[in-house]
């Protein structure tokens, strides 16, 4: 019993210890300075690519908003049916749209030999597609872009930040082509691809 | 009882007077001054100027939120930072707090870029456990360079966003052997 105020007394004692303790723990602090590097924030480029008809103007993304790829129609000059042992063009404008800061050179490509469907009627194996590249659009139409061209032939171009590049495409019909396919139709997919260079 | 009082009156005329006169009582004294000088505090500060963003062709970028990085960027930025240490047992570390934040979802860079960690260099490169004394104040080289991964494919990162403001240096005081902790 007569322990019981020497026992409060040190736990006054520890308590005023403890709350000395925490009241200054930066008591033990010395001299210091600090300063921002005020680095700032690094964006990232977005990787836009556009595909334009050289005919209609139409424009797309080459990447559509949701992630995947875009699929344009050309239109075909001259315009209407096509005859057997003649030929129709079309080109399709790239351009490298990207908000890089710095030097963004892009290699468009032709990504495989063209894809020719006729839902069974046999015309897609008359017609030959050739593909190259050109310097402008006006170019398209002109047969003798395409006199060293092959069918296999699957032509790139480098485009620089801010430029455009054109594909032209010739599609020809064989004079052979059977007289039962007049009036029949036939679909072309060229691929195209585009990386970073 | 008027003679007496006469003389009390007298008598306590005399003890003032014996009073008022007490600097008569003084014997021989001197004094000295100590000469102890001023006490003279030291210094320790820290400045940091406007960096410098450098793409890898070397140019210049005047404004980085205006910049964006594509893969095979790789930029550097340098920063100078000026160190002030005065006082006869000042020693100080001098370090690189926080760190780059990449962004989330979308807009996160993730594996296709890699910041390397500040360096500070004073003709050698000062570590976060390098002692430094008055003689090492002067400007401090900081350098940090973000690399945009050339191994990047597909679209990844496009758009990608990575904080840097957290980035900043401590000076800090340590503490001399005969210090007393108070």
């Known amino acids: ?8 007394a040190a ?3 520890l308590a005023a210890v403890l709350l000395g303790l925490m009241a200054v723990p930066g008591s033990y602090a010395l001299w210091n300075s600090a300063a921002s590097a ?9 990787f836009r690519v556009t595909l334009t008809d050289t005919q209609t103007s139409n424009t797309t993304d080459m990447t559509l908003p949701n992630g995947t790829a875009a699929a344009i129609a050309l239109t075909t000059t001259p315009a209407g049916a096509l005859v057997p042992g003649q030929a129709t063009y079309a080109g399709v404008q790239v351009g490298n749209v990207t908000n890089a800061g710095g030097a963004f050179t892009i290699r468009a490509a032709v990504g495989s030999t063209p894809v020719k469907t006729d839902t069974g009627s046999g015309l897609a194996g008359y017609l030959t597609v050739k593909a190259v590249a050109a310097g402008s659009l006006a170019q398209c139409a002109s047969a003798s872009l395409y006199t060293l061209a092959l069918p296999t ?5 480098a485009i620089a930040k801010g430029s455009t590049g054109v594909f032209c495409f010739q599609v020809s019909l064989n004079a052979a082509m059977p007289a039962n396919l007049a009036g029949s139709t036939a679909g072309i997919s060229i691929p195209l691809t585009v990386a970073q260079q | 009882m008027n003679k007496m009082v006469k003389g009390a009156i007298a008598t306590g005329v005399g003890v003032i007077l014996l009073v008022g006169g007490g600097g008569t009582l003084a014997t021989w004294n001197q004094a000295q001054q100590a000469n102890m000088g001023s ?3 030291g210094d320790l500060n820290l400045a940091a100027t406007n960096g410098k963003w450098t793409n890898a062709a070397g140019t210049v970028i005047p404004d980085i939120t205006a910049y964006h990085v594509v893969p095979g960027d790789v930029l550097t930025y340098t920063q100078d930072v000026t160190v002030t240490l005065t006082g006869d047992l000042m020693q100080a570390k001098l370090a690189v707090t926080g760190a780059g ?7 996160a860079f993730g594996g296709a870029a890699t910041l390397s960690p500040t360096t500070l260099t004073k003709g050698t490169q000062i570590l976060p456990d390098t002692i430094l004394t008055p003689a090492d104040s002067g400007v401090v080289k900081a350098s ?12 990844t990162a496009t758009n990608a966003t990575y904080n840097l403001g957290g980035i900043g240096y401590a000076l800090v005081q340590q503490a001399p052997a005969s210090a007393n902790n108070s």
């Open chain 2, 39 to 41: 006490v003279v505090s």
């Open chain 2, 144 to 155: 940090t360079t973000f690399t945009f991964n050339t191994s990047t494919t597909g679209r």
């Open chain 1, 1 to 8: 019993m007569r322990s019981t105020p020497m026992l409060k």
């Open chain 1, 153 to 157: 032939d699957l032509p790139s171009m």
């Open chain 2, 101 to 107: 934040q990449d962004g989330t979802g979308a807009t």
């Open chain 1, 11 to 13: 736990g006054l004692v």
């Open chain 1, 38 to 46: 005020s680095a700032g924030t690094i964006q990232a480029a977005d």
